[in-house]
């Protein structure tokens, strides 16, 4: 099975840096992905890693390390518009090519 | 066409009634996923089918019914649903091992 663990709020300011993490255990391991999601909204894809090391994105970089079963999403210079749930999910080979979705992270950014 | 379009937006059924919720895609992906998501909660996969064939079933009760008439076109046929069953429907697609595009779900109530 497949075990998908990252905190459940995280707060922060306008223009601050904030980091997301997300530890996981999987059986068949094919990539991880992050993903945000407006409330009542589809989730728009962000980044993806299946190598070690870090993906960088504009405002967005993403970082695995797959011998820690870990991953983070750092978002930079943040906006109110960044305000949304963050998804981390896993291309597990049990689950053939679909991907399977921690619980994500509420992220509030104030003023 | 980059898109995953599903129809209807929003649907109120009763407990008697049969619908089906529609997604279409033209982007050559040839695999596609139903996902079921209740407020303040992840995608929890439903089916995934791959080659317009059934590969996974998580265990889903039968009154929901998946329908692959060609590559580009899914369905989820309902049918004696439950209360418990109003969620946001999540279709999405992939070319198998790579990036994923999520349509903006039909929000559906059972009454």
């Known amino acids: 099975g497949q075990n998908i663990d990252q905190p459940t709020e995280m707060t922060a300011t306008e223009g601050a840096i904030v980091q997301i993490n997300c530890t996981y255990q999987?059986?068949?391991?094919?990539?991880l992905f992050w993903y945000q999601q407006h409330a009542g909204e589809a989730p728009t894809f962000l980044s993806y890693n299946v190598l070690d090391g870090l993906e960088e994105k504009g405002r967005f970089s993403s970082f695995l390390s797959r011998s820690k079963g870990y991953s983070y999403l750092l978002l930079k210079e943040l906006q109110m518009k960044d305000s949304a749930s963050y998804l981390c999910?896993?291309?597990?080979?049990?689950?053939?090519?679909?991907?399977?979705f921690g619980k994500g992270t509420t992220l509030s950014v104030s003023s | 066409d980059t898109e995953v379009t599903q129809t209807p937006k929003h649907l109120v059924m009763g407990m008697t009634n049969k619908k089906s919720l529609k997604c279409e895609q033209h982007?050559?992906?040839?695999?596609m996923y139903w996902y079921k998501q209740k407020a303040k909660k992840p995608p929890e996969l439903m089916f995934v089918y791959s080659y317009e064939k059934l590969s996974i079933n998580e265990s889903v009760p039968s009154r929901f019914s998946p329908e692959c008439p060609n590559s580009s076109l899914l369905n989820l046929h309902l049918h004696a649903l439950q209360p418990e069953d109003s969620a946001l429907y999540l279709c999405a697609s992939s070319q198998v091992n790579n990036g994923y595009t999520f349509g903006s779900g039909t929000r559906l109530t059972v009454v």
């Open positions: 982007m050559g992906h040839r695999a």
């Open positions: 999910a896993v291309r597990d080979g049990q689950a053939g090519t679909a991907l399977i």
């Open positions: 999987t059986s068949g391991f094919n990539g």
